[in-house]
């Protein structure tokens, strides 16, 4: 999936999300190379850093929650994604900060 942020403190940023069987995701920064996060293995072959594992629960037909947390900066992701008209809303927070965020997302192959 790719989530495209219109507010928040990652505004104007796309993310590609990989959710995984196995029950953890995978992300990165798309575009600007220095807004990259790579959470995918890096090119060298060396794998990154063991993925969080994620929550995801229906709230209603065509919605799901969905959460984890980034073991690099500490942060909490939580969104609810409206698969009906593809947009998102939802909270970033940490020990001390916490943020609204919105978006859009597109799930892509």
Known sequence: MQWTWTEGPTKGATHEHRFHDDGTVEWRAVGDAAQQQNRAPKADGVPAQKAPKYAAMKAADGVVAVSYQSPES?????V??????????????????????QGTFKVIN
Not at 74 to 78: A, D, N, P, Q, R
């Open 74 to 78: 500490g942060y909490t992701l939580t």
């Open 80 to 101: 609810v994604l409206n698969f009906k008209d593809q947009q998102m809303v939802g909270f970033a927070s940490g020990a001390r900060d916490w943020y609204p965020v």
